[in-house]
């Protein structure tokens, strides 16, 4: 707040830019580790960007998490019937069914008027499983879906923080302890300096496959607690808008 009092958020805005390069960062007032109304408004700015934006039939890749689940709470009709397609962009990653991707990608489009599809992954998924399910039908045609989807909503997460939420055993944890792992997104670990050092095995997006042309992806993440999180992430993970909260921007800004 001391900040934001000085230089008001536009300020905070393009400083934040500069140190995590990236061309689009919208900052909302507040701390959502301390209020979740803070996320709440995160989900709304999330909205009325993929409003502003979405055109008719295009589809939407989501995410789970706390955070995408309060973009989902303030999600409202199109008025002008987009038809739009919701999709999870991945399949279980040992999320509560609140958290899940399927069930917030369900949300989305309820809310939004929309349609939905989903993708039913075992979670956790052994190699197996994984070979098997890649051949069927009805998930390559998910698949396909969230390939072709114009728009990504994602979160960010603490690495250590998810591995623990995910109950991700004790040997993985070690793992990413020794790796120094710092970030969680999509199921992918980063360290420090962005570069992946665990992936979780299940269906759905891959990092590699993102088309910078065709495809739009919106990162909210804030919380004073994510600032390493989120810094780690923008080493090299690539958004075409972050959307996060005074609390993290502050904290990255001081730390740098
Ligand atoms: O597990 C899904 C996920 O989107 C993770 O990739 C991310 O780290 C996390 O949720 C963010 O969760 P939250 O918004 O609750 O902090």
């Not at 507040?30 to 589809?59: I, R, Y």
């Not at 038809?83 to 958290?99: H, S």
């Not at 396909?144 to 909503?153: A, E, H, R, T």
């Not at 992806?217 to 075409?240: D, H, L, M, P, W």
């Amino acid at each position: 707040a001391f900040m934001h009092d000085i230089m008001g958020m536009d300020v905070l805005e393009k400083q934040l830019k500069e140190i995590l390069q990236l061309d689009n960062i919208m900052i909302v007032p507040g701390n959502s580790d301390e209020h979740d109304w803070v996320k709440q408004e995160m989900g709304k700015a999330c909205v009325s960007f993929l409003k502003k934006h979405l055109l008719p039939n295009q589809t939407v890749a989501v995410t789970g998490g706390t955070t995408m689940a309060a973009v989902a709470d303030m999600m409202t009709p199109f008025k002008d019937k987009r038809d739009c397609l919701f999709v999870p962009a991945r399949g279980g990653l040992g999320e509560k069914e609140e958290g899940q991707a399927n069930t917030i990608a369900a949300k989305m489009a309820r809310q939004a008027e929309g349609r939905y599809r989903l993708l039913y992954v075992p979670d956790p998924l052994s190699e197996i499983s994984y070979r098997t399910m890649m051949k069927e039908p009805a998930v390559i045609e998910v698949l396909k879906l969230i390939q072709g989807s114009s728009f990504i909503l994602h979160g960010i997460g603490d690495a250590i923080t998810m591995a623990q939420r995910r109950k991700t055993s004790s040997d993985i944890i070690q793992k990413l302890r020794e790796e120094k792992a710092v970030s969680e997104a999509f199921g992918y670990y980063f360290n420090g300096e962005g570069n992946i050092v665990h992936k979780v095995r299940t269906i759905g997006l891959h990092m590699d496959d993102w088309n910078e042309n065709s495809q739009t992806v919106i990162t909210v993440a804030g919380g004073r607690s994510k600032e390493k999180a989120i810094t780690s992430y923008f080493k090299q993970g690539k958004s075409n808008l972050l959307i996060t909260d005074e609390a993290a921007a502050e904290a990255i800004l001081r730390d740098e």
